[in-house]
């Protein structure tokens, strides 16, 4: 997912999840990549997931410098580690539920007004 929330793209804060689609049989694990370029010395990621019908939903946030946290339905099968250009999010033991479409978010780019939303996301 891109987003870029200022009247002026400067392109220095970018995620991209390379992943459109991934299928994968029940019981399984599943890895969605999402790759991202920033300025920041400690950006925050965030993985979100959206249903069919329902509004996005958050899964879980990671620091560069620290442990972040998971949203409470995602605390058992869901996790990420932030690595030096990638935050990639590891589903277990994957159920038909989980078919969602899952957008991952670097931190500068969400806290500034905007007024044009671009996004890219990765489909299960």
């Given amino acids: 997912m891109y987003f870029c929330l200022s009247s002026e ?3 220095e804060e970018k995620v991209d999840q390379p992943d459109k689609q991934i299928c994968e049989s029940e ?14 010395a ?25 442990a972040g946290d998971n949203g409470t339905e995602f605390q058992e099968r869901f996790q990420s580690e932030v690595k030096p250009d990638s935050v990639p999010l590891i589903i277990h033991d ?28 990765s489909v299960l």
Avoid: M
């Avoid at 965030?46 to 620290?66: A, C």
């Avoid at 479409?101 to 500034?112: D, F, G, I, M, R």
């Fill in 9 to 11: 793209c400067r392109g």
């Fill in 27 to 40: 019981g399984e694990s599943v890895t969605l990549h999402c790759k991202y370029k920033t300025a920041s």
């Fill in 42 to 66: 400690q950006p925050d990621l965030f993985w979100y997931i959206q249903r069919v019908n329902d509004f996005p939903k958050y899964i879980l946030r990671r620091s560069k410098y620290g």
């Fill in 94 to 121: 994957v159920h038909v539920s989980d078919s969602a479409v899952y957008y991952c978010a670097l931190k500068p780019t969400v806290t500034e007004t905007h007024s044009t939303l671009t996004q890219k996301q």
